[in-house]
């Protein structure tokens, strides 16, 4: 069992920056694929970005590729995403997820554990 709590999200300008935290508790140790998901309202949960358990891999949206970087510090039990260069079509409720697994997964329903969520909001 994993719990996951999300945190870092506000309101900021297009082009600004944000960096969103997810911090877990519970079992941690072990090998944790963690991710990245965002819905908007009216739209269907979507994935952002996800990271293998040694953050040597990660894979991303190509909505995002190239303005965001997934990180995770597992000695913190943390994991992070760095949002640049951010733009109007970004604003969502953005999700923590994680799965006891070593595969980089990109549906929701692959994930097992959620965090509640972060509100990101993008003025233009």
């Known amino acids: 069992q994993v719990q996951l709590v999300e945190s870092g999200g506000g309101l900021v300008q297009a082009g600004g920056s944000l960096r969103l935290s997810c911090v877990a508790s519970?079992?941690?140790?072990?090998?944790?694929?963690m991710g990245w998901f965002r819905q908007a309202p009216g739209k269907e949960r979507e994935f952002v970005a996800a990271i293998s358990w040694g953050g040597s891999s990660n894979l991303y949206a190509d909505s995002v590729k190239g303005r965001f970087t997934i990180a995770r510090d597992n000695s913190k039990n943390t994991l992070y995403l760095q949002m640049n260069s951010l733009k109007p079509e970004d604003p969502a409720v953005y999700y923590c997820?994680?799965?006891?697994?070593?595969?980089?997964?990109?549906?929701?329903?692959?994930?097992?554990?959620w965090g509640q969520g972060t509100q990101v909001t993008v003025s233009s």
């Open positions: 519970g079992r941690t140790f072990g090998s944790v694929a």
């Open positions: 997820a994680a799965n006891y697994d070593l595969i980089l997964r990109t549906v929701p329903v692959e994930y097992e554990y």
